[in-house]
């Protein structure tokens, strides 16, 4: 079964390296991200709810470098500190809820890579809604 297919609670480390392994390139379901900040971060994650959403549904994967082709090489694990993923889950989800419209419900979980480390999976449904769009700078971006 396709990553993209499972439930996002299902995914753990090994799926994620197993990606790696297998040179899993991102396609039209499945996306790499490394470490970003600021409104890089938010920018990637609205690019990539809105597609996914408007095409059909996939799983953003933050944390997670690649190389020219595409395929996936490390985990590039993103720093939380102490009890800071509750925050962090927060900011992905009022980023995806304040810039897209119509409004896209994704899932967001975290899976520890080591070292006070996490990546971040963004699970994005299928719109029966589309088509969805960034709203243009609305001062929240």
């Known amino acids: 079964m396709p ?5 996002i609670t299902e995914i753990e480390l090994q ?7 297998n040179q ?10 490394g470490k970003m900040e600021g409104k890089e971060e938010k920018s990637a994650i609205n690019k990539a709810v809105c597609g996914f959403a408007n095409a059909d549904g996939g799983l953003f994967i933050y944390g ?5 082709n595409k395929n996936p090489t490390t985990i590039d694990g993103i720093s939380l500190k102490d009890s800071a993923w509750d925050d962090k889950k927060r900011s992905i989800l009022s980023t995806s809820e304040n810039n897209i419209e ?3 419900d994704v899932e967001v979980k975290e899976i520890e ?5 996490v990546i971040i999976l963004i699970k ?6 589309a088509p969805h769009c960034i709203k243009k700078n609305n001062g929240k971006n």
């Open 15 to 21: 799926d994620i390296n197993n990606l790696i392994s």
């Open 102 to 104: 119509p409004r896209v």
């Open 124 to 129: 994005v449904p299928k719109s029966w809604n």
């Open 3 to 7: 990553l993209f297919n499972k439930r």
């Open 24 to 33: 899993t390139p991102e396609s039209k379901n499945l996306e790499y991200k």
């Open 64 to 68: 997670l470098e690649e190389d020219e």
């Open 113 to 117: 890579s080591g070292d006070n480390e």
